[in-house]
């Protein structure tokens, strides 16, 4: 029903801007001078118009079901008062089905009775919804229709529901991560309630697997010792530290080449390929390091007499790294560019070879972008999942030896969630406290990077 | 390297030339030629730029170079150091020297050459350094100072003969870029004259200032003359007038005219000239 309304709404808009704007064009052309052309006249009765009804037709469609079910249960409270929550939302949901349509799990007679009061409940709903839609409409337009005048400011009210729309559509993005960041501080709280805070932060010892046999503990009561995330943590740095190796110099010397070297054919070849490689799926990556990368280094390894994991770090840090690495080259190509040519003139001009140049006015120059490109880079690492999935392993070691099995916290996050959970156990909140921890260090590196671009941006004219 | 080291002690009066630089009327037919351009043509791409251009630069002139703009005086100035190298689709024919050794010869180094000859630009370009790695910066990557000490000493000598020292000696290791704009050119200009080029290419050096900063850089560009060879590209016929000895005025990719300030100003040869300095186009 909303979407009939609104698809009327948009009717009522153009036929109200119509109006509006022909009723200031014939004043326009008895030679009177209007504040505002008449086309903001006619935004101003097609906002005035449609507006407020859209406003309302929206409230009305959050609102009225949950309202009709409250007067449903009001009407029923002899049938439904012995029913628990689960089953009061079970009737609801098959009368309204059998009134509406759609899948009844089973029907009785009070269902019937209900589905009846939500059919007449559903009717006396739609008229008033009509009727409360026309007075806007018609009020509306009527109003805004007959204050047009050559003296009525329309262009102030037009810019100013704009600057509103505006501003309704940032803020979707802004609550949108405000509420998951606070459905985040909600879970992780539930968990720290059954697990303190200070031994999943500095706890050295991962196994949530046992959550429930763990030494010393009873049977129903949760073992807090098995919640330390730093081993995690430590697979995550250890892996996100190969990474970094790896991209980091490739990454930064590719942008080089490409910014200040390359000619435009082979800089026309070379850009997209490295963006197709920023398009390839991570699980591709993943079973690439699984199946390639890890096989190779542990036969390397073997030959050279070192013990290699199936699953190392290494494997999966490497191939992280290559992952990354378009990153690193886009944005610091993006960041060396920007660099004004008059420096490289400046430099040549005093006679500085091409290289001198790129590492003593260049590179300085684009430091803070690099690094913030390098930061960004690296909390993509860190929140990256698949690749780790699949070839850094579950064991939760504190190693500093890139050669054996290590797992991060988004390992564990996948781990913890994966299969049949209890909503409420510590193993599956800790999946939320994981997740806060992560947001909370990836949101620290991305602050101290835009923090460092800040201090260190040079205005370049 | 061919340097004279002379040039970076901050005795002043041990110029290699001994001449009367202070007069504009000297008689400049007799100098010493310290550059020549003999049938320069530039082309970008199949566009030829400039036509068979030959234009002496004499040794502690000021040599500006006129014209409309797009008619070639900001390429031929960029050949003198061969800054157009760095331009992919640009060739340049015809023979230009240096001391008469030809500097688009393979066996020029051309990191050498702009050594030599020097450049500031248009808009003022200072590194993101402090005040003092500007200056340094040039010293230092042609390994002219042997210790700390002597590159402060170059760095000051620099900064004073381009009318800064005074104004930035407090402040030497604040960023360049907040200097003002006029005290911005006169950073690049102690930049170029760090490396003790022998001539000092200017390319509308004081396009982006204001009238008082410019009164200072035409200042600095007449004691330099001492010193230096000079050659700058001006939009200002005023300017070319106050600083310069020699003229050459540049048509469509056509040297039209070239000789004694004085002489372009008040007795041109040829009906362009007379039109472009009257006003009359361009």
New interface residues.
């Given amino acids: 029903m909303f979407w009939t309304f609104a698809a009327f709404l948009l009717v009522v808009a153009s036929v109200a801007y119509y109006l509006g704007s022909n009723k200031a064009s014939q004043i326009a052309k008895q030679d009177i001078s209007l504040h505002s052309r008449p086309g903001f006249h006619g935004a101003y009765v097609a906002i005035l118009a449609a507006g407020p009804a859209l406003l309302f037709i929206t409230a009305w469609a959050m609102f009225w079901p949950s309202l009709m079910q409250s007067m449903v249960i009001a009407k029923m409270s002899d049938q439904v008062a012995a029913l628990s929550k689960p089953e009061l939302q079970a009737f609801l949901r098959d009368a309204q089905a059998i009134a509406f349509g759609g899948i009844v799990g089973f029907t009785d007679a009070a269902k019937e009775q209900a589905a009846q009061h939500f059919a007449s409940y559903n009717q006396l709903g739609l008229t008033v919804e009509i009727a409360i839609l026309a007075l806007f409409v018609i009020g509306g337009g009527y109003w805004s229709f007959q204050r047009i005048s050559p003296q009525l400011r329309s262009r102030h009210t037009v810019e100013r529901t704009v600057m509103w729309v505006l501003i309704v559509c940032s803020a979707v993005a802004i609550l949108t991560t405000v509420g998951i960041v606070l459905s985040l501080i909600f879970e992780s709280f539930m968990f720290f309630r059954k697990v303190p805070v200070l031994d999943f932060v500095f706890g050295t010892h991962w196994s949530p697997q046992s959550a429930f046999e763990g030494a010393g503990a009873e049977h129903t009561e949760t073992n807090t010792k098995i919640f330390g995330a730093i081993p995690l943590l430590a697979g995550t740095m250890l892996i996100t530290l190969i990474a970094i190796l790896v991209a980091a110099p490739i990454g930064l010397l590719s942008a080089i080449y490409l910014s200040d070297y390359a ?1 435009s054919t082979v800089r026309a070849i070379v850009k997209p390929v490295l963006e197709i490689l920023a398009g390839i799926p991570t699980v591709v990556y993943g079973f690439f390091a699984a199946l390639v990368v890890a096989p190779f280094i542990r036969g390397w390894g073997e030959q050279i007499g070192l013990s290699v994991s199936s699953e190392s770090a290494l494997a999966a840090g490497l191939v992280m790294g290559i992952m990354i690495i378009p990153f690193v080259s886009s944005l610091s190509d993006d960041v060396i560019n920007a660099v ?1 040519q ?12 091409k290289s ?1 140049t790129i590492m ?2 260049v590179l ?2 684009a430091l803070p972008g690099i690094v913030s490109a390098l930061i960004l880079a690296i909390s993509r690492a860190i929140g990256e999942t698949m690749i780790v999935v699949m070839a850094a392993g579950l064991a939760a070691n504190i190693t500093a030896n890139p050669l054996e099995a290590v797992t991060t916290v988004t390992v564990q996050i996948v781990t913890l969630l994966v299969g049949d959970q209890e909503f409420d156990s510590a193993k599956t909140l800790a999946a939320f406290a994981l997740g806060l921890l992560l947001f909370c260090i990836t949101l620290a590196l991305n602050i101290f990077a835009l923090r460092v671009v800040k201090k260190y941006r ?4 | 390297m061919a340097i004279d080291m002379a040039n970076t002690t901050s005795e002043t009066n041990a110029a290699p030339v001994a001449q009367d630089a202070h007069s504009a009327s000297v008689s400049t037919a007799t100098s010493k030629i310290k550059m020549r351009g003999q049938d320069v043509c530039v082309y970008y791409g199949d566009k030829q730029a400039l036509f068979d251009v030959n234009l002496d630069i004499r040794q502690n002139h000021v040599t500006s170079l006129i014209g409309p703009s797009g008619c070639g005086k900001s390429t031929f100035l960029r050949t003198l150091n061969r800054m157009n190298d760095t331009i992919d689709i640009c060739r340049v024919e015809g023979d230009i020297t240096l001391d008469q050794e030809n500097i688009y010869d393979p066996s020029i180094d051309v990191v050498e050459l702009r050594a030599r000859v020097g450049m500031v630009f248009q808009k003022p370009n200072p590194f993101p350094k402090s005040i003092f790695e500007n200056v340094a910066y040039g010293p230092r990557i042609h390994g002219l100072a042997k210790t700390k000490t002597d590159l402060e000493e170059i760095v000051a000598t620099s900064l004073q003969r381009a009318g800064l020292f005074n104004e930035v000696k407090d402040r030497l290791d604040e960023p360049g870029t907040g200097l003002s704009g006029g005290q911005q050119q006169r950073l690049c200009i102690a930049r170029a004259i760090a490396v003790s080029p022998e001539v000092i290419l200017m390319d509308e050096p004081c396009s982006a200032l204001d009238p008082i900063a410019t009164a200072k850089v035409e200042e600095l560009i007449d004691e330099l003359r001492e010193n230096y060879t000079i050659v700058i590209v001006t939009h200002s016929m005023q300017q070319a007038a106050r600083v310069s000895q020699r003229t050459a005025f540049f048509h469509m990719g056509n040297l039209v005219e070239e000789g004694n300030t004085d002489d372009i100003f008040t007795n041109p040869n040829d009906q362009r000239t007379q039109d472009y300095i009257t006003g009359r186009f361009g």
């Fill in positions: 000619t004004p008059s420096l490289r003139d400046g430099s040549a001009g005093l006679g500085a070879t001198e003593k006015v300085p120059a040079e205005q370049y004219d």
